[in-house]
């Protein structure tokens, strides 16, 4: 089991960027494959952003081109770095670790973009 928390989160205007941090404890997190995910109040749970614990990446096509996905396995983190944010990004946005048949969530953390 790894435990994962998410920092990072805040409003910011339309245009602005923000980057968001998902540090994981209590397993190998070398191994895992790494996901960004957000949900918008009455909306479905999407996925933003992965990355494989071979480096690999994948976007959803909403933010391609505006948002990277990277990862230190060193300090165990995985990042979302967020530019040209639009009003639609407002959401919580959760990070989850996957290996094999298991995953963990964080708890969130809500970006807002408003003027």
């Known amino acids: 089991q790894v435990q994962l928390v998410e920092s990072g989160g805040g409003l910011v205007q339309p245009g602005g960027s923000l980057r968001l941090s998902c540090v994981a404890s209590g397993s190998i997190f070398s191994i895992y494959n790494m996901d960004w995910y957000r949900q918008a109040p009455g909306k479905q749970r999407e996925l933003v952003a992965a990355?494989?614990?071979?480096?690999?990446?994948n976007y959803g096509h909403s933010v391609k081109g505006r948002f990277t996905i990277s990862r230190d396995n060193a300090k165990n983190t995985v990042y979302l770095q967020m530019n040209s944010l639009k009003p639609d990004d407002t959401a919580v946005y959760y990070c989850?670790?996957?290996?094999?048949?298991?995953?963990?969530w964080g708890q969130g953390t809500q970006v807002t973009v408003s003027s």
């Open positions: 989850r670790a996957v290996v094999g048949g298991r995953q963990d």
């Open positions: 990355i494989t614990n071979g480096g690999s990446t």
